[in-house]
T-cell receptor, first 114, second 112 residues
Framework: DAKTTQPPSMDCAEGRAANLPCNHS???????VYWYRQIHSQGPQYIIH???NNETNEMASLIITEDRKSSTLILPHATLRDTAVYYC???????????????FGTGTRLAVRP | EAGVAQSPRYKIIEKRQSVAFWCNPI?????LYWYQQILGQGPKLLIQ????????DSQLPKDRFSAERLKGVDSTLKIQPAKLEDSAVYLC??????????FGPGTRLTVL
């Protein structure tokens, strides 16, 4: 079972910031927060990940609360191409033979409107 | 850099028939994953390979599903015989060091 809780759907206006919340109240100290998105008819695409500090890359920013029980993915200027299902996942990030699992929930369906 | 390749993109079969999917991971990626994604759900891991060895197949329905990665590069996933509930998108992903996974476009299977 997924260890995260996300709203099933959200929308935002094109050009505005999209803030996608995620609750992960049972996160362990060695688990990272990962975000993937899946555009219609495509495979999931990695967006960003973080442990406890806020992170930013060319796609998005990730804000993790101090207690690490929740986080927010921020798309600063949403475009129509950002319409997708966004998955928040917590996982260990270690090199080991059994690997670390990506356990997907149902995600948040973000609709960006013109 | 070329991404993960999968074929076919779409397949329609009747129940009790057999079907096979092919995946070519990103060059140099030792770890390969197969996921099943049923409509409206997130992807679910079926099997994970490290080079040509199976690391995790705990969620693979072994009575009808099989997968192999003989030379540690390409992989095939087979279903025999297919059931109606196998209708889904089958996603292949690969990773360099078992940390960040890169997904292919998937194969959409419809079982009639």
């Amino acid at each position: 079972d997924a260890k995260t809780t996300q709203p099933p759907s959200m929308d935002c206006a094109e050009g505005r910031a999209a803030n996608l919340p995620c609750n992960h109240s049972t996160i362990s100290g060695n688990e990272y927060v990962y975000w993937y998105r899946q555009i219609h008819s495509q495979g999931p695409q990695y967006i960003i990940h973080g442990l406890k500090n806020n992170e930013t890359n060319e796609m998005a920013s990730l804000i993790i609360t101090e207690d690490r029980k929740s986080s927010t993915l921020i798309l600063p200027h949403a475009t129509l191409r950002d319409t997708a299902v966004y998955y928040c996942i917590v996982r260990v990030r270690e090199r080991k033979s059994s690997g670390d699992k990506l356990t997907f929930g149902t995600g948040t369906r973000l609709a960006v409107r013109p | 850099e070329a991404g993960v390749a999968q074929s076919p993109r779409y397949k329609i079969i009747e129940k009790r028939q057999s079907v096979a999917f092919w995946c070519n991971p990103i060059s140099g990626h030792a770890t390969l994953y197969w996921y099943q994604q049923i409509l409206g759900q997130g992807p679910k891991l079926l099997i994970q390979f490290q080079n040509n060895g199976v690391v995790d197949d705990s969620q693979l329905p072994k009575d009808r599903f099989s997968a192999e990665r003989l030379k540690g590069v390409d992989s095939t996933l087979k279903i025999q015989p297919a059931k109606l509930e196998d209708s889904a998108v089958y996603l292949c992903a690969s990773s360099l060091d078992e940390t960040d996974q890169f997904f292919g476009p998937g194969t959409r299977l419809t079982v009639l």
